[in-house]
């Protein structure tokens, strides 16, 4: 079992940067990927990035360009820089991990551990 905790999470205002950190701990060698989803109340959860073992990244559609994901291996974390955040609900910010022994991008990513998630609120 891995276990995720999140942090960095808070009040931006608009336009401004934010770094979300994810610390794993437990089963790390079974971990070949981890990312960042999002949701909002009443809204689906959606991606916002994936990072794999070989350093390969994905983004969702709506922070491209703006998002960038890091990993440190010898620390067991991942990290997420947010810039040029736009106004939006708040949302919660959680970090899964797991992915296929030989995982790719962009193929499908199960993730198997999920994290409590950290709250961004970005305001006008």
């Known amino acids: 079992q891995v276990q995720l905790v999140e942090s960095g999470g808070g009040l931006v205002q608009a336009g401004g940067s934010l770094r979300l950190s994810c610390a794993a701990s437990g089963r790390i060698s079974s971990i070949n990927a981890m990312g960042w989803y999002r949701q909002a109340p009443g809204k689906q959860r959606e991606l916002v990035a994936i990072i794999i073992s070989s350093g390969s990244t994905n983004f969702g559609d709506s922070v491209k360009a703006r998002f960038t994901i890091s990993r440190d291996n010898a620390k067991n974390m991942v990290y997420l820089q947010m810039n040029s955040l736009e106004p939006e609900a708040p949302a919660v910010y959680s970090c899964?991990?797991?992915?296929?022994?030989?995982?790719?991008?962009?193929?499908?990513?199960?993730?198997?551990?999920w994290g409590q998630g950290t709250q961004v609120t970005v305001s006008s």
């Open positions: 899964p991990a797991g992915g296929l022994a030989r995982q790719t991008l962009p193929s499908p990513t199960p993730f198997t551990s």
